[in-house]
């Protein structure tokens, strides 16, 4: 039996649970140098002058270079590290001091004095008037033309902050000769932050070593290097002395990048029969100040915009606006939530409008399944899917016809809390970034297999799966793989962990460098045994031998060293997909929402291991429906954050979700031999508006028909009190 599709127990959380395995913030020594950086207080204005105490560093005693972000405009979006003259969003770090411990860079911070010129802020991205970037439109100017009823509304898909366990971290130690810095950061993607820091220091990339020791969650937001990443690095080249930056997290609720950040006006037509025959959408996305990833992430919710549908007209625009606020980046999902988020509420609208059933609505426009390339009007070339399947399965463990009955009971009676049942058809797109994935499998002399590979994992079991991987090709015993990554300095290239990666494109590495492997093993038994390699097999747990005869078998050890690289490179991304209901009980006198159930059934092509895809599920579906219910980072009118601590900003705890009622289906991808798709974002994606769609399924009764999230029990309360 093979150990793919089998639930191993993580062999990373031996060292995470008796604190063996450090985060960077352990690693800091005596002599380091801590960093507290001065922020500014006002969201846009004109630095005046900044005065201040020993070890205090500026822009211009600095002298950095700019921070040139990935797309979509670097140029024209090039950033100073510290504020030079303009400050741009609350949090822009001004200038920054260190001391011999946190304290006392606090205090010192303290001591500085800062002259601000305020200037009036723009919050808004759509009061904001300077364009960052544009996506290249769908145009069909008649896309409703064929609609006999046509649902319109405007979406505002809010902004999220990320919150991970770990806030930023980072512990620079320059090298003896001063020409090189050895890095611990809390990072997504180590060789971007290698890349940045030696560009920006003029070091050579290779004396630049960076290792990503235990990470506590990333969630988008740690797959690009941050401007302090580079001001601590330049301190710690300049003063030859271990620095350490350490957010706090009101600083992390300030300055990491959020997510999301979209208002949409969207109309959707379609036939009396609930026939679907056209969308014309129109996205302003927020990019805040600087934009970088964020503002172009409108192009992934372009590419999505017909979700599981077949839509045979579309008409879609989007612009990404600069604002006064913290720069907008990925948060899990990345620009495909934000599709989902309006198709699924536009299908609610419309079932409403049409008196029809919202399943029955969906089952009447989704794709055929498919197992092979489906082209959508956007481009999106979808792998493989079985929409249909994921629904009525969905449907069934959700006893949705019962959940009906008992919804009606409810409202006949006039109870206080009223049912709400909230279903989504969802598909994403994963393997983002690069479609190339580095990893190498080697046998050591002791027979143990090291596996290295180029993607960087933040929580997601990665250590666990590609042993797995590697195993079930050499035979080996799970506990002989070592599987290494996330150390620049080890690892030759890679391209980090995001966009759901790194199981189809370094996992797909790994087994095809253990594929190798085993050929180079085959050919060397072959030789030895003098045996056609034809006839060379595995044995399980002992090496390689002549098939019918054990007694032959060479054992690794004896094999060794072999060694192969390979770089996958999978040419096109796959697409999960999923259903989801979520069953919710509003109170009809305070307008409270308790999540009572959450049934999915996702689609992730084949899992190598269920109880991790099962850990990715949860946990997307906790942060899915968190954006449904409770969480926004929300700025006044001036632009200061009104969500700058955990009292305000409301990430909810297990008290406040259900026991989920996971399921999966599987329609394998045809991309990579392991027929395996992503599932890190999937759920996220499929929650949020299943859980919304619940919440105003039970206000229908009093003819509410939209509600922006997060649907707070006051929004509910007052839609319910007119
Ligand atoms: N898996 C599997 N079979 C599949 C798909 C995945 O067994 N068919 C398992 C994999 O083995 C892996 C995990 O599920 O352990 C996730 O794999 P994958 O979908 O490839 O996603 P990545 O490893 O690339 O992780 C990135 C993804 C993203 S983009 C965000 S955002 C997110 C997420 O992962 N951030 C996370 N999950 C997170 N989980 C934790 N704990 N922390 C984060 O910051």
């Not at 495909?336 to 409403?352: C, H, K, N, V, Y």
């Not at 087994?511 to 038994?525: F, G, I, K, P």
Request: overall charge negative; glycine content about 10%.
């Amino acid at each position: 039996m093979s150990i793919l599709g089998n639930s191993v127990l993580r062999v990373e959380d031996d060292g995470l649970l008796t604190g063996n395995q450090p985060f960077t913030a352990d690693l800091i020594t005596s002599d380091t140098l801590h960093s507290c950086f001065i922020r500014s207080p006002v969201a846009h204005g004109k630095l005046v002058s900044v005065i201040g105490s020993p070890g205090l560093y500026t822009a211009a005693s600095l002298e950095l270079p700019k921070l040139v972000p990935w797309p979509p405009t670097p140029d024209r979006y090039a950033r100073d590290l510290l504020v030079v003259d303009k400050i741009r969003y609350v949090g822009d770090p001004i200038a920054v001091v260190t001391g011999r411990s946190f304290a006392e860079a606090q205090d010192l911070a303290g001591d500085v004095e800062v002259e601000i010129e305020s200037l009036p802020a723009v919050v808004s991205a759509e009061e904001s008037s300077e364009v960052a970037f544009e996506v290249e439109p769908l145009v069909d100017p008649s896309a409703l033309e064929d609609a006999e009823v046509v649902v319109e509304a405007a979406f505002v898909n809010q902004k999220l902050a990320p919150v991970p366990l770990e806030t930023n971290s980072i512990l620079v130690v320059p090298d003896d000769d001063g020409a090189g810095l050895c890095i611990w950061v809390s990072t997504q993607f180590p060789w971007d932050n290698q890349a940045s820091v030696a560009a920006a220091l003029n070091l050579d990339p290779n004396r630049v070593r960076v290792i990503a020791p235990a990470v506590g969650g990333g969630f988008g937001a740690k797959g690009h290097t941050y401007p302090e990443h580079i001001v601590v690095a330049a301190i710690a080249h300049r003063t030859g002395q271990p620095v350490a930056w350490q957010e706090t997290r009101s600083e992390n609720l300030l300055n990491m990048t959020p997510g999301r950040g979209q208002i949409q006006r969207v109309a959707l037509g379609a036939k009396r029969d609930g026939t679907i025959t056209g969308i014309r959408v129109e996205v302003i996305a927020d990019a805040g100040a600087y934009p970088h990833v964020g503002a172009w992430l409108p192009n992934y919710t372009r590419l999505m915009c017909t979700g599981t549908y077949r839509i045979p007209r579309v008409d879609f625009r989007a612009r990404s606006m600069v604002t006064n606020t913290a720069p907008v980046g990925a948060y899990r999902g990345a620009g495909r939530p934000e599709a989902t988020a309006f198709l699924e509420r536009s299908m609610d609208l419309l079932a409403r409008e049409l008196q029809m059933d919202p399943v029955e609505l969906r089952r009447r426009n989704l794709l055929e399944s498919h197992s092979t390339d489906h082209v959508t009007p956007s481009g999106a070339v979808y792998d493989s899917g079985n929409y249909r399947g994921t629904l009525d399965r969905v449907a069934e463990l959700a006893g949705y016809e019962s959940l009906r009955q008992e919804q009606s009971l409810r409202r006949a009676r006039g109870d206080q809390w009223l049912l709400g049942i909230g279903v989504s058809s969802y598909i994403e797109v994963t393997g983002n970034g690069p479609t190339e994935e580095f990893a190498s499998v080697a046998i050591e002399l002791d027979g143990s297999a090291t596996v290295l590979c180029g993607v960087s994992s933040q929580g997601q079991g990665h250590q666990t799966t590609y042993a797995q991987i590697a195993a079930a090709q050499l035979g080996l015993p799970i506990d002989k793989v070592r599987v290494v990554q996330s150390d620049t300095g080890v690892v030759p290239r890679g391209n980090g962990t995001y966009g759901s990666r790194s199981l189809q494109l370094a996992g797909s590495a790994v087994d095809e460098a253990a594929r190798a492997v085993v050929e180079q093993a085959c050919v060397l038994a072959a030789e030895r045994l003098e045996a056609n390699t034809a006839d060379m097999v595995i044995y399980e747990g002992v090496g390689v031998g002549i098939i019918g005869s054990p007694a032959t078998a060479i054992g690794w050890a004896d094999l060794a060293p072999l060694a192969v690289e390979f770089d996958f490179d999978q040419g096109a991304r796959t697409y999960p997909s999923g259903s989801h209901i979520s069953v919710v009980e509003v109170d009809r006198e305070t307008g409270a929402v308790r999540m009572i159930r959450h049934i999915t059934v996702d689609d992730c092509g084949n899992v190598i291991n269920p109880m991790l895809a099962q850990g990715q599920q949860h946990g997307g579906i906790a942060q899915g429906a968190a954006q449904a219910l409770w969480e926004e980072l929300a700025y006044a009118a001036d632009g200061q954050p009104m969500t700058s601590t955990l009292l305000e900003y409301l990430a909810p705890s297990a008290r406040e979700l259900p026991s989920y009622e996971i399921n999966s289906m599987v329609t394998p991808t045809p991309l990579n031999r392991l027929g395996v798709k992503g599932i890190g974002e999937a759920t996220t994606i499929g929650t949020t508006p299943a859980v919304h769609n619940a919440v105003l399924d039970a206000l229908a009764p009093w003819g509410v028909e939209h509600l922006d999230m997060p649907l707070s029990p006051e929004k509910i309360w007052r839609a319910i009190n007119g």
